[in-house]
T-cell receptor, first 110, second 111 residues
Framework: RKEVEQDPGPFNVPEGATVAFNCTYS??????FFWYRQDCRKEPKLLMS???SGNEDGRFTAQLNRASQYISLLIRDSKLSDSATYLC???????????FGTGTRLQVFP | DAGITQSPRHKVTETGTPVTLRCHQT?????MYWYRQDPGHGLRLIHY???????DKGEVSDGYSVSRSKTEDFLLTLESATSSQTSVYFC??????????FGPGTRLLVL
């Protein structure tokens, strides 16, 4: 079993739609969680950290469910510019390494 | 912008030749990382450093070595490049609350 699992997609949605991605992780000792965004042929960029109580940044909402060991990302009112690959990232229970999922690809069409 | 640069940005080399990739940061971060990214595998950690001359292996370290003689520079060396090392290589630094920020990447093709 992979340490971090994501549905690779692609998710094809129209502009204005709401889309949700889930991610599961296997290490119950993981303490830090993130969503990164990666555009084609570019480096990953931090989208948001995920906190236990859930957190929101504009159109983006992240949730953490420790009991079920999954993380979610909700994007409301999708924009064409949201088209990218979204990487789920967790730490390995220690503070010096992060484990990256293989990503979920989102394509927003007009 | 986390002030991370990588060089070269693109490289084509032949099997068996040594290759060194450089990562440079300007903000004095203690931790630095080298990853490779391949289709279907995501980002995989090669080596990382937790200070000058302090390094440790990641999950895919075979065939790679690293050196960190200054805080700002972290070098990745492929001692004898193989075609399986064709990949995109990303350097990263660790910032606050375990977040990592990445350099622009190096595309390496080993023929």
């Amino acid at each position: 079993r992979k340490e971090v699992e994501q549905d690779p997609g692609p998710f094809n949605v129209p502009e204005g739609a709401t889309v949700a991605f889930n991610c599961t992780y296997s290490n119950s000792a993981s303490q830090s969680f993130f969503w990164y965004r990666q555009d084609c042929r570019k480096e990953p960029k931090l989208l948001m950290s995920v906190y236990s109580s859930g957190n929101e940044d504009g159109r983006f909402t992240a949730q953490l469910n420790r009991a079920s060991q999954y993380i979610s990302l909700l994007i409301r009112d999708s924009k064409l510019s949201d088209s990218a690959t979204y990487l789920c990232v967790v730490n390995n229970g220690r503070t010096d390494k992060l484990i990256f999922g293989t990503g979920t690809r989102l394509q927003v069409f007009p | 912008d986390a002030g991370i640069t990588q060089s070269p940005r693109h490289k084509v080399t032949e099997t068996g030749t040594p290759v060194t990739l450089r990562c440079h940061q300007t903000e004095n971060h203690r931790y630095m990382y080298w990853y490779r990214q391949d289709p279907g595998h995501g980002l995989r950690l090669i080596h990382y450093s937790y200070g000058v001359k302090d390094t440790d292996k990641g999950e895919v370290s075979d065939g790679y070595s690293v050196s960190r003689s200054k805080t700002e520079d972290f070098l990745l060396t492929l001692e004898s490049a193989t075609s399986s090392q064709t990949s995109v290589y990303f350097c990263a630094i660790r910032a606050e609350q375990e977040t990592q920020y990445f350099g622009p990447g190096t595309r390496l093709l080993v023929l």
